[in-house]
């Protein structure tokens, strides 16, 4: 179906992204919980946290000085926090509820009743003891979600632009996490401590992304930084490294210039050229691990450009067009498409 | 304290669709009855809260926005359902098709030569004054001659059984997708409540509007492309439009996805513009377009008007059928279909005074008590007075607001609406329904077999509106021979 309105196509990337934002922070902060349990009573165990959203200025104007419990309510059950797990499963049931007359009835079924479960988190849910049990919940409905959506969504375009949303998100999520967590254990190698040799830290980070088993089967009691940096970006066959996600990305917008003839795809493709040439390089590069910060930074940078790329081509084709015949552009109501909290800021729902 | 249970259901000497006439021998549906019977009522509440919860997962709801949240409530569902007879079936379904005939009919003529008020049937000031009289229409011919696609007739029925027309709905009547999904409801719920009935089916009805509504395509288009306009989420009936872009298989389009060029309709998808040829829209007419109509709508599309008038785009239902369901234009129903048609109305009015006659308007007045006002503008139940129900001081300031405005006005004698045993707080008890079959026509009528039953939770409230505390119960249309 190529008929699919800009509008659909445009919620479905979202319902893919806040899908997907939503399973990473939940195990994120399930993983958090387990690691911090014993090791530290200070915020300053989750303020990195703050670092990956770039969120420190948002939660000092509310909360102050971070507290574990204050930084768990910002991301768990914050509704005026935009990148909390409820704003993103409300985001994410907003975007599918505008879908209903094209997803099947399953699929919203689903995310409906995952919403109406954690829209309004109990105190409860989020104390220490129950924590990771709540997050590993949310976790499950996001996997379930994903799975339903599989199962049962009609493999056209709209099942593309979902798939977008969500790989785009994923490789972005990655790409955050490895680019803090490195900067962490690098000023703690600076302070000498034990730094970039301890065990637990790289096993935590690999817990935090799924990818601890397979990491384990490839390499075999080895757990030194490069190695896990490299697995993470470059490994071919894991499903969140950014290698895996970019040629998927690449897979999809192929399909939709070949097999459904959209020409924009063209555009967005040119742009995926210049995540698979940076990948390239960074995949020969001895000083990579020292360089992680601007290699990432790259990556983030040109996933948002390949997001702009959908915008124009797919999402607001209006304003790309009188772009081209120099008419006035009016400001798109379009979904912010930068990534982590700011980009949560605006819902196209107005 | 322990709910009353079925078995001492009191009908209260009106006419039950269960039970049939107050005081007769045996149950109209006797067998259904005591199959009812059997259950046990705190199983029927059981059972009953289960399929709420159920509506609320799949979303078949309207949201209420409050500053803080979206809540989503569902419209009341009661379980116990209201069953019509083949043969009153049979009766409404005639009525029904003689009605909207005589409705496009009368839209024809109106937008058309005007014949109907020049031979002194319809005065011209109840038309052409109405607010509802379109006159950028005057002279647009719709394809077939439709311009009431799909109408929603509200009846109800006397002490006697006899049905009555109270209300025509000409213009975007909602509904049909309760009747939809209460069925599949009442399906999962009650499988051996409806076990060896032939209830006739609701499910076809998306495939035949969507086959009415290709029929109406400009130009005789084969495979036209049909889309529904909504006014997006925030609409309190976004669940239906939902519901049936889904059931036809057709984009949900709001204004923003539509643009004009050269009068010709198209969306923005992501291979380009697509031309659009048929609109079932469920935008008001003072919504559609800024260019003609209310200009401050951004629901709409610009350009639109002009597009329907050089036959590119055909909405359904047309722009301006709001002046044939009008309170007023009501009253003369039944003289319209005996002028158009050279029948009597199947389907007889409730006898209607129109106050801007001042006999109607001395009698209303003499008789106040014993009657019901209604606002001839107003929908959804508002502004209604039921004299034998209001106080003092209101019947008096329903005597000053007629005399004022007597042309604001009709009335109609008070009706004892039928009931149906429904499951209130209380347990069982006669709560007031009335029916609205939907009727969807291109080149013909189709009438969907049953329609929706609404029935008034509150304890003796007559009035039925969902945005009064009203709720819906499936309708069965039963083969006589079963079970």
Redesign the interface.
């Known amino acids: 179906m190529t008929d699919l309105l800009s509008r659909y196509a445009e919620s479905l990337f979202w319902f893919g992204r806040y899908l997907e934002r939503t399973t990473c922070l939940a195990r994120l902060l399930e993983v958090q919980t387990s690691f911090d349990r014993g090791r530290s009573n200070s915020g300053n165990a989750w303020s990195w946290i703050l670092t990956l959203y770039d969120d420190h200025d948002r939660f000092r104007e509310t909360y102050g000085e971070p507290t574990t419990s204050t930084v768990i309510r910002f991301y768990v059950a914050d509704p005026k926090n935009l990148g909390s797990i409820v704003a993103s499963i409300r985001a994410a049931r907003e975007n599918a509820r505008t879908l209903r007359a094209v997803i099947p009835m399953d699929l919203w079924h689903q995310v409906n009743v995952f919403y109406n479960r954690f829209r309004d988190p109990s105190p409860a849910m989020l104390v220490d003891q129950r924590l990771s049990h709540t997050c590993q919940l949310i976790k499950k409905e996001c996997y379930a979600l994903e799975g339903v959506a599989d199962a049962t969504l009609y493999r056209d375009v709209a099942w593309s632009f979902f798939q977008l949303g969500l790989l785009i998100e994923r490789a972005d999520q990655m790409s955050r996490l490895l680019d803090v967590r490195f900067a962490q254990m690098r000023d703690q190698a600076d302070s000498a401590q034990d730094g970039l040799g301890d065990f637990g830290f790289w096993s935590v980070l690999l817990r935090s992304v799924a990818a601890q088993q397979a990491y384990l089967r490839i390499h075999p009691g080895r757990r030194d930084p490069e190695s896990v940096a490299k697995f993470l970006i470059f490994d071919p066959a894991l499903p969140r490294s950014i290698v895996f996600c970019s040629t998927q990305l690449e897979h999809l917008v192929h399909g939709l210039r070949r097999d459904y003839g959209l020409r924009g795809a063209t555009n967005v493709l040119q742009k995926l050229d210049d995540v698979r040439q940076l990948l390239d390089i960074a995949s020969n590069d001895q000083n990579l691990v020292r360089e992680l910060h601007s290699f990432n930074d790259q990556v983030q940078r040109d996933l948002g450009a390949v997001t702009n790329e959908l915008a124009t081509h797919f999402f607001n084709p209006i304003q790309a067009q009188s772009e081209d015949s120099g008419d006035v552009v009016t400001p798109g109501q379009s979904q912010s498409q930068g990534s982590g909290t700011n980009a949560t800021q605006n819902q196209s729902q107005t | 304290m322990p709910l009353k249970p079925l078995s001492e259901y009191d009908q209260n000497g009106f006419y039950c669709e269960m039970l049939g006439e107050a005081g007769a021998t045996e149950a109209k549906l006797s067998q259904l009855w005591e199959r009812l019977v059997s259950y046990d009522t705190q199983e029927l509440e059981d059972r009953a809260s289960e399929a709420t919860g159920e509506l ?4 078949i709801t309207f949201t209420v926005y409050s500053e803080r949240d979206a809540i989503d409530r569902i419209l009341p569902f009661d379980i116990i359902p209201r069953v019509l007879s083949a043969a009153d079936w049979q009766h409404i379904e005639a009525g029904v098709i003689q009605r909207v005939t005589a409705l496009n009919l009368l839209l024809q003529d109106l937008y058309g030569d005007g014949k109907i008020v020049r031979d002194g049937v319809l005065p011209g000031e109840l038309i052409y004054g109405n607010a509802n009289f379109r006159k950028e229409m005057v002279g647009y011919q719709p394809p077939c001659g439709t311009f009431v696609h799909v109408a929603g007739v509200d009846l109800i029925r006397d002490d006697d059984g006899s049905f009555l027309v109270l209300e025509d709905n000409a213009r975007t009547p909602s509904g049909v997708s309760y009747v939809v999904e209460n069925r599949h409801l009442m399906q999962r719920a009650f499988p051996d409540l409806l076990a060896g009935y032939t209830v006739r089916s609701v499910s076809e009805y998306g495939e035949r509007l969507h086959e009415k509504l290709s029929e109406v395509a400009p130009k005789n288009k084969d495979d036209p ?1 049909v889309v529904l306009l909504s006014p ?2 925030f609409n309190s009936a976004y669940f239906e439009h ?1 519901f049936l ?2 059931e036809m298989g ?5 204004g ?2 539509l ?1 004009i060029k050269d009068d010709c309709v198209f ?6 513009m ?1 031309r659009v040829d048929v609109i079932y829209r469920r935008i008001d007419d003072d919504f559609l377009d800024p260019d003609v109509f209310n200009p401050d709508s951004a629901l709409g599309v610009r350009g639109l008007v002009r597009a329907v008038l050089a036959g590119n785009v055909c909405l359904a239902n047309a722009i301006g059928t709001g002046v044939a369901d009008d309170k007023a234009v009501y009253a003369y129903m039944p003289r319209i279909v005996q002028y158009y048609l050279g029948e009597e109305a199947i389907l007889p009015n409730v006898e209607t005074h129109i106050c801007r006659e001042p006999e109607a308007l001395a009698y209303t007045l003499d008789n106040l008590d014993k009657l019901v006002v209604k606002p001839v503008g107003a929908s959804g139940g508002y502004g209604i007075v039921i004299g034998p129900k209001a106080s003092r001081a209101e019947l008096e300031q329903c005597a000053a607001q007629l005399k004022a405005a007597p042309e604001e006005y009709i009335s109609q004698p008070m009706i004892n609406l039928s009931v149906s045993p429904t499951l209130t707080d209380d347990g069982v008890a006669p709560c007031h329904v009335d029916l609205r079959p939907f009727a969807v026509t291109g080149r013909e009528t189709w009438v969907l077999p049953g329609g929706l039953t609404r029935v008034a939770m509150k304890r003796g409230s007559i009035i039925v509106n969902s945005s009064q505390g009203g709720g819906t119960k499936d309708t069965w249309v039963i083969d006589e021979t079963s079970p």
């Open positions: 609320l997962d799949l979303g492309t997006g989420v939902i872009a889904r057709i984009p949900l389009v709001e923003r996805d643009t969306m923005q998808t992501v291979a380009g697509k």
